[in-house]
Every structure is written in structure tokens, then in C-alpha cells.
């Protein structure tokens, strides 16, 4: 190991986490070369592939590595939160009814491809502009660029850099959902927790809101397969030895890690402009049922699963460093000049979607993050129950039924996608939060209760 | 809904499939991952491994006793060693399932050596009313791949993130 490994964790929940191999995992990046600072696990890691999910690693730029796996195959996987001018007492009557219209209109993308038909040329278009490409085609509304990470687009983004595969893969697939994990929940304001930071991001209780959980679907999965087998080939040239064949990485200052950092751009770039696709077909349905006064605001949208160039104070000095974020989000404190002007005062806003019937959270970044996670904290709840585990003596008729009596409708493209997601498969999305809230990596501002969930 | 004659011989075929599954020397089994999924798959030989493997891959993603193995769809992977062939020839079905959107039933593989694998894969195009997506598999991961053989049986693990 080259540095430290730091978890963040109750001491409940690092009794968990103790029973995967989330910390290994952790520990195997703490031996990448040119990592700079401890390799860093957020209260919710879980073992995923080569990183854990919920790790965070920042490379030196001329001497550190460039990691597809600590990116992830859903790369820009990440969250937007859509404030509504509708309360609770409003959808509650009408909410079958809208998530019926939901469905209808967001597809997941399981077994149907998607509603935005794009050519080879767009989708080019797509892959440098990311959200502004689709806001420019009618999908959108201007302001939801400003309000995204990055203003929904990384520069930097090089389409010739993906494959045909991976283009083949995300073409029919925009403006999709996706299955496994990615959902999209109606849900409402239950407690305002920092009086401020809420009245910032335009929250108030009772107020219904709108959660999508979604990423850059086949095409950064295959950009991922494709520069995971690249970098395996061409590992020994650069003479590095790895314990995990998922960790394969090249040099960032390398021509194998340009290339992948370019496709990986233009893979977040198309994430952004699905999830941006997602919230306009979300639009529509709202207005199918409510009328063309119900208005959609973007709150903020989040990456979980990126890499970034960003510059931090790395023992008294500043430095830019590559920050590989695996299931963990950006959360800058109040001032940084990344943050919309809007929120600046108060910080940028965070989303820690919960597990389907328990709970989400808004939080906002704080200085913490700054001095000791590389401006990063956690992303979910974090697994507790293997897929196979939780479907097991369950059937998603009845598990529906218990869903619906305790007020949570829900609508699943999958035969296996309720089931495998159910409350009790994750940890307790509220002790997470309470872990980076006393750790000063971010501050709670609100709490969301699920009122209705599509699951892909 | 009065059953047709196609549709009670897929369901038929089903029904042998799951029993297929249940003996012990059922081609696949799957494997828990706290966040993923993945599965163990056997074969007598090299290429029945690899037939079973792909089999497993396109039973997690759908419910494979709906396809009709009418249309072959020619496959092909090349890689540096018999690890990273098996991870490039699943990926090779995915790609065809997930970016050509063909459903699978079966695999025939032609030749294969440790670097290089051709086969045929039968199925049909996939649709929406027929077939059922059971999961989205994003990607196949090299956490824990193992291939081993021992008296004449091959295994293999592979775990896939969904």
C-alpha cells in the first residue's frame, strides 16, 4: 500500500461493512500509483468491482493513473432533483394516476429502446454538449443547464474516443432509465433541517418533489468494457502490477489514459443529456394530469461515478490532482466558484437517494469535505443484501401489496426489479447521513419521503 | 387466454429448462454479489464452458425459455489469455443483446483456443410483447474471475454488474 485507507462510519455500520470486501477493495487502490492523500471510503461503501462503491481517490496529474473501474461501467451515474409547485395534500388524490402517466411516458429502456430518435451526428452533438443538446432540441428549459455539475457537460469530451459498440449500445437508449438501482421517485418534503440552504434550493415542507437516479446507460458501459480490456493489455508496458485485473489502469499523462478520459466525457455528456431527456418526459406527464400550471424546477443534478480534474491544499501546497468519485458525490462548500450563483451562499446542494419506501436526503457540501475527502461524500444508503438474497420467499405481487399499504406505489419494467430492491436490502439511509453530517463533510438539509417509485 | 401450440411448446421448453437447472450437472448456477450478481458455469470442455457461460449471461437478462432459437447470429472474441477471451466473449453477447437487440436461447461454439473464440448464437430479434427483461446487465466484471479445470471439468466465475 502506498498510503492510507480512511473510512468514514458509525461503528454500527462499519460492522457491516467489515463483512464484504469493500475495505480490501479500498485497500488495493491505496497501492495505485501517484495516489495522492488516503484512499477514502464514504459510510455508505459496499464491495463492488475493483473500487469499492463509495470510494474516492485523487491521482497526481503527471504521476497518478487514470482508473476506468474507479469511474465505474455507469459512468456519470448520478442524481437530479426536481422541486414541483404542487404540495402533498394535491398529488396524494391523483397519484395512481400519475405514476400511471409516468410510466407511460419515462421509459426504462428494458425491453423498448427510447423516445429521442437521434442520428449518428447528433449523437456526436450529444456526446460534446451533453444537457444543452438536448435543452437546444426542445427537451428542456434553458435554466436546467446552469443548474447541473459542470453545466451538464465536461470539456474535454472526444467522440471519435468511443467505440461504435458503445455508440451502437447508447443511441436507442436516451432519455432512458435504466434497471437495476436507477429509479424515479415522487416523493415530499417531510423536515426541513437547515432553514437557509432550503429556502436556497426553493424547498418547503410538504412540497412534492421529484427524484431521477439514472447514467450514461450502454454506451458508458461500453466505453468502460472497452478501456478496462485496453488497459489490461497495456498495463505491463507501463510496469504496473495490480491485485484486481477490474483496478487495470494506464497513466494519466499516457495516450491510453487521454483517450479513455475523453470517452469517459462524452459518456458523462450523454448521461447528462438522459437524464435531462428523463426530466422533460417527467414534465409532460406532470402536465398530462395537473395542468400546463404545474411547473418543474431543477433543483440541481449530481455525478456519482466520475473522474475530475480539480485542485486542492495537499499538505500546505495546492495541487491538481485527478478525483476519482465511485459511488460518492461532489460537495462543495458555500463560495466555490463551481456552485451556481443562486446557491453560492449557502453551498452546493447534495441528493442521497434512500432505498425505495424509506427515506432521501438534501444535503448541502461543507468545508470538511474540502479539507478531508477531495470535496466528496457519500451517494445511497450503500447495499446491506445481496440481489439473490433479497428476492429470496419474496414475490414482488406481495411485496407491491406491503409497499402500497404503507402509502408507496410502485412500477417496475422488470420481472426481478422490485424484489431486488426492497427497504431492507440497503443500510439505514439516516445513520449514512449522520455520519457525514457530524463529520462536517456536509450539512442535512431536508428529508423526502417516497410517495410513488418507477424502478427500471 | 387460450394457449396456442407455440406457446405451449415454449412453455414446455421452459419447464425442461428449469428442471435442466435443478440436477447437478446443470450448466450454471448463480452466485450472490452484495450489489451485483454473477454465476458459476461448467462444461466438460473449454467450449462447452464457454456455451454455458453465455447461456448463464442472457438467463440473467431475460427470461430465455420466451426466445425462439429461429435466426444464428455469428459471434466472435479474440484477447491475451483464457480470462480476459471468456470476459470479451460475454461482453461480445451483451453487445449483441443489449446494441444489435438480439434475444438468445443457445451457443454452439466452432472453434476456440485460449486467445480466440468463433461460435454461432441462436435466437431472434428482440421484442417487447414475446420477450421479458428479467435485469439490465451494464457490464461483465473481472472481480473474482476464475476459470479452472480438474478431471475433465471446466469451471468458470464470473460476476456482472447490474
Not at chain 1, 435543452?135 to 435554466?143: A, I, K, L, M, Q
Not at chain 1, 475530475?308 to 460518492?328: D, F, I, P
Not at chain 2, 452466485?31 to 449471461?57: C, Q, S, W
Request: glycine content about 10%; overall charge neutral.
Amino acid at each position: 500500500m502506498r498510503t492510507d485507507v480512511v473510512v468514514y462510519a458509525s461503528q454500527s455500520l462499519m460492522d457491516h461493512i467489515r463483512t464484504d470486501l469493500s475495505v480490501q477493495q479500498a485497500m488495493n487502490v491505496a497501492m495505485l500509483p501517484g495516489i495522492v492523500g488516503p484512499s477514502l471510503a464514504m459510510p455508505d461503501i459496499h464491495q463492488g468491482y475493483g473500487f469499492p462503491i463509495g470510494g474516492v481517490a485523487a491521482m497526481d496529474m503527471e504521476e497518478g493513473v487514470v482508473s476506468p473501474g474507479g469511474v465505474g461501467f455507469d459512468i456519470n451515474c448520478g442524481v437530479r432533483l426536481v422541486r414541483t409547485t404542487l404540495q402533498e395534500s394535491e398529488v396524494g388524490p391523483r397519484l395512481r394516476e400519475l405514476i400511471n402517466q409516468i410510466f407511460r411516458d419515462v421509459p426504462c429502456g428494458a425491453g423498448t429502446t427510447g423516445r429521442v430518435a437521434i442520428n449518428q451526428k447528433q449523437l456526436d452533438r450529444v456526446l460534446v454538449q451533453g444537457a444543452a443538446w438536448m435543452v437546444e432540441n426542445g427537451y428542456g428549459e434553458p435554466r436546467d443547464v446552469e443548474f447541473a455539475e459542470a453545466g451538464g457537460a465536461l470539456p474535454g469530451a472526444d467522440p471519435c474516443a468511443v467505440s461504435e459498440r458503445a455508440r451502437e449500445r447508447g443511441r436507442p437508449q436516451l432519455g432512458t432509465l435504466g434497471s437495476g438501482n436507477h429509479f424515479l421517485e415522487v416523493q415530499f418534503v417531510e423536515q426541513i433541517h437547515h432553514p437557509k440552504a432550503a429556502q436556497a434550493f426553493g424547498l418547503r415542507e410538504k412540497q412534492v418533489v421529484v427524484l431521477i437516479h439514472s447514467g450514461s446507460r450502454g454506451l458508458g458501459h461500453q466505453v468502460c468494457t472497452d478501456y478496462v480490456a485496453l488497459m489490461n493489455q497495456n498495463m505491463v508496458r507501463y510496469g504496473i502490477r495490480l491485485p484486481d485485473r477490474q483496478l487495470a489502469c494506464g497513466p494519466i499523462a499516457s495516450e491510453e489514459g487521454g483517450s479513455y478520459l475523453a470517452a469517459m466525457r462524452a459518456a458523462a455528456n450523454f448521461a447528462w443529456a438522459n437524464r435531462q431527456g428523463i426530466l422533460h418526459f417527467l414534465r409532460e406527464a406532470f402536465q398530462r394530469i395537473f395542468g400546463k400550471e404545474a411547473h418543474l424546477d431543477l433543483i440541481y443534478d449530481v455525478c456519482h461515478n466520475i473522474a475530475k480534474q480539480e485542485r486542492y491544499e495537499v499538505e500546505g501546497h495546492r495541487r491538481e490532482v485527478l478525483v476519482h468519485r465511485k459511488g460518492a458525490t461532489r460537495a462543495f462548500p458555500s463560495g466555490h466558484r463551481e456552485i451556481p450563483a443562486a446557491y453560492r451562499s449557502v453551498g452546493q446542494p447534495v441528493f442521497i437517494p434512500g432505498s425505495m419506501g424509506t427515506a432521501s436526503w438534501v444535503l448541502v457540501g461543507a468545508p470538511g469535505a474540502m479539507q478531508e475527502t477531495f470535496g466528496s461524500v457519500c451517494h445511497g444508503a450503500g447495499r446491506l443484501m445481496s440481489r439473490t438474497a433479497a428476492k429470496r420467499g419474496r414475490d414482488a405481487k406481495t411485496e407491491t401489496r406491503k409497499l402500497e399499504e404503507a402509502g408507496i406505489l410502485v412500477r417496475s419494467e422488470t420481472r426481478d426489479g422490485i424484489l431486488e430492491e426492497l427497504p431492507d436490502a440497503y443500510k439505514d439511509v439516516d445513520e449514512v447521513i449522520e455520519v457525514v453530517h457530524r463529520a462536517g463533510l456536509a450539512h442535512k438539509v431536508a428529508r423526502l419521503r417516497p410517495m410513488a417509485v418507477i424502478k427500471g | 387466454m387460450q394457449a396456442g401450440p407455440g406457446r405451449l411448446r415454449r412453455r414446455l421448453i421452459g419447464t425442461l429448462f428449469v428442471i435442466f437447472e435443478a440436477v447437478p450437472n446443470s450448466p450454471f448456477e448463480i452466485l450472490e454479489h452484495p450489489a451485483d450478481i454473477g454465476f458459476r458455469a461448467f462444461g466438460k470442455t473449454l467450449a462447452e464452458l464457454f456455451e454455458n457461460a453465455a447461456v448463464a449471461l442472457v438467463s440473467i437478462a431475460d427470461e430465455i425459455e420466451d426466445v425462439v432459437p429461429r435466426e444464428p447470429y455469428p459471434l466472435e472474441a479474440a484477447a491475451g489469455d483464457v480470462e480476459s477471451l471468456l470476459v470479451a466473449w460475454l461482453s461480445e453477447v451483451l453487445y449483441w443483446f443489449d446494441g444489435k437487440r438480439v434475444a438468445f436461447r443457445t451457443f454452439r461454439v466452432s472453434e476456440i483456443g485460449p486467445k480466440r473464440i468463433t461460435a454461432v448464437g441462436m435466437g431472434e430479434p428482440r421484442d417487447a410483447e414475446r420477450h421479458h427483461p428479467r435485469l439490465i446487465i451494464k457490464a461483465v466484471t473481472w472481480h473474482q474471475l476464475r476459470i479452472t479445470e480438474s478431471h475433465g471439468q471446466w469451471i468458470a466465475e464470473v460476476y456482472l454488474d447490474v
